[in-house]
């Protein structure tokens, strides 16, 4: 007996491809300034004396995904409403986390720049909200986080003491934001795997703070790689709004196959599919 053979998909599923191809392509191509600025980064690594030079190539990489937020927004960054607001929030924080990547070239300011991402964290918890809740998950992570602060604490000195709970406490509540926001396989969208980004960001984010004092060596090329990695799942948080609109108009596509009536006289679907394609692409 034989395995049943693949149905070849329906006009309706290679619409759906090509809706998320071209989606995909669009990111691609505004990523490309980002992809291009870690590369001259690891080029350039740190020297034994910092310099401004220095400062302007780490910094690119994030501000780079600032742009991708602009361009890939435009104008709706303007407009009121929940995913206009996300989006801000997300560009805030990746400026800011710029800020304090600048900061941390010099071992002087590790403090600062310490308190300037826990600002970010913040942008990112105001952005991923408190919908849904999940309790159980925030209780896991706070026991894991203060189980593992326990062994660091004794090793600390002067402001660090309260500094490192501190920011911990809230990278883990940003952690734990990012992952009961989307990572739901139940309302995923198929092909829409950028729904989960936020979730794996906040957790290459939390693996790059682990040893974020070492400066040279092998250990600052993992940290810069999951530090990079996991802004730019951050960044692509905001195709969340691209999810919801591809399933609304693979709904109207399939309205329009099935001669499915207007759901409003003046609105056919194929003029609903016309305008969401429109905001989904530019």
């Known amino acids: 007996m034989t395995g049943a053979s693949a149905e070849p998909k329906g006009p309706q599923g290679a619409a759906a491809d090509d809706d998320t191809a071209r989606l995909l392509k669009g990111v691609m191509l505004k990523l490309l300034p980002f992809f ?54 997300v560009a805030l924080a990746l400026a800011l986390s710029a800020f304090a990547d600048a900061l941390l070239v010099w071992p002087s300011q590790f403090l600062t720049g310490m308190f300037v991402f826990v600002a970010v964290h913040l942008l990112y918890i105001a952005a991923f909200g408190f919908r849904p809740l999940r309790p159980a998950l925030g209780v896991a992570l706070y026991a894991s986080s203060a189980w593992a602060v326990s062994f660091l604490v004794p090793g600390l000195k002067g402001p660090l003491v309260l500094a490192v709970p501190l920011y911990t406490a809230v990278l883990v509540t940003m952690l734990w934001r990012a992952v009961a926001r989307d990572w739901d396989f139940r309302t995923l969208v198929p092909g829409h795997w950028f729904r989960l980004c936020p979730a794996v960001g906040g957790m290459l984010f939390v693996a790059s703070s682990s040893d974020s004092t070492c400066s040279t060596g092998p250990s600052q090329v993992l940290i810069m790689t999951t530090y990079y990695t996991a802004q730019l799942g951050m960044a692509l948080s905001i195709l969340s709004r691209n999810a919801i609109m591809l399933k609304e108009l693979q709904e109207s596509d399939r309205e329009l196959n099935v001669g499915v009536a207007p759901r409003s006289p003046s609105t056919t679907s194929h003029c609903k599919g016309k305008l969401l394609r429109k905001n989904v692409y530019t």
């Open 36 to 89: 291009k600025a870690v590369v001259i980064y690891f080029v350039v690594m740190p020297a034994d004396t910092p310099t401004w030079l220095y400062v302007l190539v780490k910094v690119m990489p994030v501000l780079s995904l600032v742009l991708f937020v602009v361009l890939h927004e435009g104008h709706r960054l303007s407009l009121p409403g929940y995913q206009c607001r996300f989006s801000r929030r």
